[in-house]
């Protein structure tokens, strides 16, 4: 049998600010108390914006 990880980790969503495109999905601990901010490249503007974590 397969061992259960003590570090659960969960998909997400990550939407642009600017476009509120959701263009790329990460992972993070579940036990992290905050929502992820990451600077990402968006296609659609053609340059770098910040994405926010997302619900599915």
Same mark, same amino acid.
């Given at each position: 049998m397969a061992r259960k990880s003590k570090n659960a980790r969960i998909d997400v969503l990550l939407e642009c600010t /600017?476009? @509120?495109?959701r263009t790329y999905i990460t992972? @993070? +601990?579940?036990r992290?108390? =905050? @929502?992820? /901010?990451l600077r990402k =490249? +968006?296609? @659609?503007? &053609? $340059?770098h914006t910040v994405y926010k974590? &997302? $619900?599915k």
């Open positions: /600017e476009t @509120k495109q992972s @993070k +601990n579940v992290a108390g =905050y @929502k992820l /901010e =490249y +968006n296609p @659609k503007l &053609r $340059k974590e &997302r $619900k």
